[in-house]
């Protein structure tokens, strides 16, 4: 029996991979999702000022894509995503990166660079998803660690009670908004010091802030107008304000991904910050071959 400590994005992924390959697999979770149910599932290949691809970046994607797709239900939304430019400066920096990022490129404009491989993941759904097919397939469930062979996915509220206590980390809160915006019809994701998600009905997902500092739960007022002024990035047209959450991204080396074993302890997967969506699919796998 493999007992997996929480089931948000990477716990749900590590407990389908293990008992898709046969092995008996216990959750322990209080059912919440931790941040996994609030965040934005965005996956962009290319991210950040300096057109950097992600680590691994296509390597994890063709393992993610096949098994978000696996669960039958309508998951994961392909858009592309459109990088708006800041400057000239900014534009001539992609030139000198334009080779590396060539896999990704879809067009180039004037207005930016337009990305492939982009879209974002239905966060909640796939818990739901994930839930119901671990549970129809015999795995179990319960509030409280058994014992056994134990795998931590645990997040931010684990690195922040040092679940594993060597783990350094820097954590960040972030706060999201989701506004109706009428008549738009704005169909890509666009980014720039910030993003905005098409999500249908003239619903938009806008965000996100970044505080190091301050990790306490709960959104807050200055986050809101932090998400605002993003949102003034994409567009001046009128909008309303429909829903407001907040979460704590785990953030290990660079959003890197942190695999480990700690005697008397088990293993600890943690460290997906905001490129969980892309990374937890792969480590379910990782772990499938580490366990045998």
Request: charged share 25%; proline share 4%.
């Amino acid at each position: 029996m493999v007992e997996v400590i929480g089931f948000g994005l990477a716990g749900a992924c590590v407990a389908l991979q293990l008992q898709r390959a046969g092995y008996r697999v216990r959750v322990v979770d209080d059912g919440h999702g931790g941040s996994s149910q609030v965040a934005a599932g965005l996956v962009n290949p290319v991210a950040g000022r300096n057109f950097e691809p992600s680590w691994e970046v296509q390597k994890a994607w063709e393992i993610a894509l096949p098994f978000y797709q696996s669960l039958g239900k309508r998951l994961f939304h392909s858009v592309p995503i459109l990088r708006l430019w800041f400057d000239e400066v900014d534009r001539a920096k992609f030139e000198r990166k334009r080779e590396l990022v060539k896999p990704w490129i879809a067009d180039v404009t004037d207005e930016g660079v337009l990305w492939k491989q982009g879209g974002w993941l239905d966060c909640p759904r796939f818990l739901e998803a994930a839930r119901e097919e671990f549970l129809d397939k015999g795995g179990e469930w319960h509030d409280a660690p058994q014992g056994g062979s134990q795998i931590w996915c645990t997040g931010a509220s684990g690195l922040i009670r040092r679940d594993f206590s060597d783990i350094d980390h820097r954590s960040a809160k972030g706060e999201i908004l989701t506004v109706r915006i009428p008549s738009w019809g704005e169909s890509r994701i666009l980014n720039r010091a910030g993003w905005l998600i098409p999500i249908g009905g003239n619903l938009y997902r806008v965000g996100a802030t970044y505080d190091w500092d301050r990790l306490e739960s709960g959104p807050t007022d200055e986050g809101r107008r932090k998400v605002e002024n993003i949102l003034k990035n994409f567009t001046t047209r009128d909008y309303e304000v429909v829903n407001h959450v907040a979460g704590i991204r785990p953030i290990i080396n660079r959003s890197r991904p942190v695999v480990e074993f700690q005697e008397g302890k088990g293993w600890m997967i943690n460290g997906l910050g905001s490129k969980g969506v892309i990374y937890a699919p792969r480590l379910g796998l990782e772990m499938v071959d580490r366990l045998k």
